[in-house]
Every structure is written in structure tokens, then in C-alpha cells.
């Protein structure tokens, strides 16, 4: 099998402040860890060095005011796009870097260049709308490559599966009166996290409706209830979409070690969800799969580990060894979700069948 890994330097220059939940160390130690394991020396993972997206392709999703204003603001040396979401000299450029990095992940799978690829870039996208960005994200990097993907290549339908903790509001809203692209969202409930949104009535509109499928989980939810989710509502409906090419917004926020989350996945959890995507790629997509980092911020904690963990399962490893430190306890207590599932599946029943 042969992953193609996107990674740039750049990747680091952009900042908010040294302390910011979101900083560079987040791929630093990402990449020390996949070092260590000698995952880079391995010939099966093909680097790919990323280009900056070309306007036309920042232009596909974003508005041209929203574009200049990341630019001039970032121009000027600094600002604020939201309480959280800073802007320095370095963050046009290397959001456009880091949007293009799926681009390039999107190219090296559908010419065949790569089987899969994961993208190892920041800063992440999910928050950024067409026009607007907060939560840490300026430009949406998933909707520019998957618009790239559809605009380039013979591919109609996407199956966009967002395991981020976080509700992905900016791209629930590009796709939300798109049937072509089948966004599948498992978050923590937004009446206990940022930013609120991901309700499970949520179901996409227009043409778009059915078409948007949100499981909001309770805090603390783990690995079996991840498990859940994915078999008694994800599985049954990726069936029935049937789509060309599977992409995962791949948020490592949800290991409990997180910070800014409240969840309970294990690095083991993360080798069952990349698992059970890698099935329904093989099975539906001629095993067509990209995944890109959101989310993760236990930067000491559990972060190299889950990165490390979706990585290794999409190259075949054996990943049964793979723990985070010993030091941190794994959650004792998983919730009862049934009744988020019996939800999800009453309300989505209107356009699938459980
Ligand atoms: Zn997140």
C-alpha cells in the first residue's frame, strides 16, 4: 500500500499566540513521532510537497471580499478574525499552503500517484465559511480540495466524514443545498462545545436535503460509542450514497486527553474509525480515501499517537501496539448513546434506510 504524506515546513510559520491551543508544536511532535516509528523511511510513504492553492481554487468555495480581507489583514503584519483566530504576517500564505495540500492529496489519489494520503497541515478549515472564518480556521481546505476533485476529475459523488470534536459549521454550510457531496458529522453536542452548532434536525436543504447527517454525542463518549455511530447509522447510509471517493476530516480532538474537548477516544478508537473508513473506501470507492488533520491539541498527550495511529492503519501496519503514554488513564465510564442513535436514525429515516 503506498500513502502519500503532505507535509511542509511552512506548515509551522503561521502563529496565534505561543500559547494558543493551536500551534505549531502540533506537527512538530506529530512528525518526531512518526520519525521514531521510522514511518518516514519507509518506501511506501511517498512525501508530497504541497503548492499554495491558486486563486481559482480558493475561489470555488470562498467569496472575493472574504479572500482580500485574509489578505490585507495578514498583510498588515496582524489581527483578529474572531476572539480566538488570529492573524499574523505568515497566515495567508500558509493557509493557502495548507489548502493546497489537500489539493495535492486529492491529485496523488485520483491519477493514482498514491493510493491513499493524509494531510499533515495547518492551520485546519472545517470552521471557515464562504465568507467568514473563526475557530481557529480561515480558509475551508477540505471544500477547496473537494471542489478541486469534482471540477478536475470524473468523480460526482463524496462521501465527507468529519470526526472532529467540533461541529464543522463552515462545512456543513458549503455543502448544505449539495446533494454531490454527503457531509456525515460526529461531534460533541454543541450545547457543551464551541461552536454550538451540529443539531441532529440538521439534514441539509434544497436539493442538498438528506443530504447532511449529524450525530451530536454526549461528553465522554469513547470508543464503543464511536463504534456505535458508525455502524448503526454511518455504515448504512454510506451504502446507499454509494460514492466515488471517501474524505475524512480527520479532527484527533476527541482522544481524551484533548485540552479544549470533553470526549473519550482511545489511539486504539482511532485505528477502528480509519478501519471502518478504509472499508467503505475499498468497498464503495475502489479505495479511494484522503484524510486531513483538523483538530487535536493534546500536544504532549495524545495527539502523535492518534496522528500516528489513523496513519500507520491506512498503510496496513499491524496497530495493535499502538498506546498513548502510559501516563495518562484511559475513560472507565462510556455513556449510554442509544437514544442519540434511535434520534438520528427517526430523523434521517426520511431519506435512508436503517
Ligand atoms: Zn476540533
Redesign the pocket.
Known amino acids: 500500500m503506498t500513502l502519500g504524506l503532505v507535509y511542509d515546513e511552512e506548515y509551522l510559520l503561521h502563529e496565534h499566540t505561543p500559547t494558543h491551543p493551536e500551534r505549531k508544536e502540533r506537527l512538530q511532535y506529530t512528525m518526531d513521532q512518526l520519525r521514531e516509528e521510522g514511518l518516514l523511511d519507509d518506501p511506501s510513504v511517498a512525501r508530497l510537497a504541497p503548492e499554495m492553492a491558486s486563486n481559482e481554487q480558493l475561489s470555488r468555495v470562498h467569496t472575493d471580499d472574504y479572500l482580500e480581507r485574509l489578505r490585507s489583514m495578514s498583510a498588515s503584519g496582524a489581527g483578529m478574525l474572531s476572539v480566538d483566530t488570529h492573524i499574523s504576517a505568515h497566515t495567508w500564505n500558509t493557509a493557502k499552503l495548507a489548502a493546497g495540500g489537500v489539493v495535492r492529496a486529492m491529485d496523488a489519489v485520483a491519477t493514482g500517484e498514491t493510493e491513499s494520503a493524509f494531510v499533515l497541515a495547518r492551520p ?1 478549515g472545517h470552521h471557515a465559511f464562504a465568507g467568514d472564518g473563526h ?1 481557529f480556521c480561515y480558509l475551508n481546505n477540505t471544500a477547496i480540495g473537494i471542489r478541486h476533485l469534482q471540477a478536475e476529475y470524473d468523480v460526482e459523488r463524496i462521501l465527507l466524514w468529519d470526526w ?3 461541529h464543522g459549521d463552515g462545512t456543513e454550510s458549503i455543502f448544505y443545498d449539495d446533494p454531490s457531496v454527503l457531509v456525515m458529522s460526529t461531534h460533541q453536542d454543541g450545547r457543551t462545545l464551541f461552536p454550538g452548532t451540529g443539531d441532529s434536525r440538521d439534514v441539509g436543504e434544497l436539493a442538498g436535503e438528506g443530504y447532511n447527517v449529524n450525530v451530536p454525542v454526549p461528553p465522554k463518549t469513547s470508543d464503543d460509542g464511536y463504534r456505535t455511530v458508525v455502524e448503526e447509522i454511518f455504515e448504512p447510509i454510506a451504502e446507499q450514497y454509494d460514492p466515488d471517493f471517501v474524505f475524512i476530516e480527520a ?1 484527533q ?1 476527541n482522544h481524551f486527553t484533548d485540552p479544549i ?1 470533553d470526549l473519550g477516544v482511545t489511539a486504539q478508537g482511532y485505528v477502528d474509525l480509519v478501519e471502518h473508513a478504509m472499508d467503505a473506501a475499498n468497498d464503495l470507492a475502489g479505495g479511494d480515501i484522503v484524510a486531513s488533520l ?3 491539541y493534546g500536544i504532549e498527550g495524545g495527539l502523535p499517537y492518534t496522528n500516528l495511529a489513523v496513519i500507520a492503519t491506512m498503510l496496513g501496519y499491524d496497530t495493535a501496539g499502538i498506546r498513548e503514554p502510559a501516563i495518562y488513564e484511559p475513560p472507565s465510564y462510556e455513556p449510554d448513546i442509544s437514544d442519540v442513535v434511535e434520534r438520528v436514525q427517526r430523523i434521517q429515516s426520511a431519506y435512508w434506510t436503517f
Open positions: 485546519g475557530g472532529d470534536a467540533h479532527g480532538d474537548t483538523a483538530g487535536g
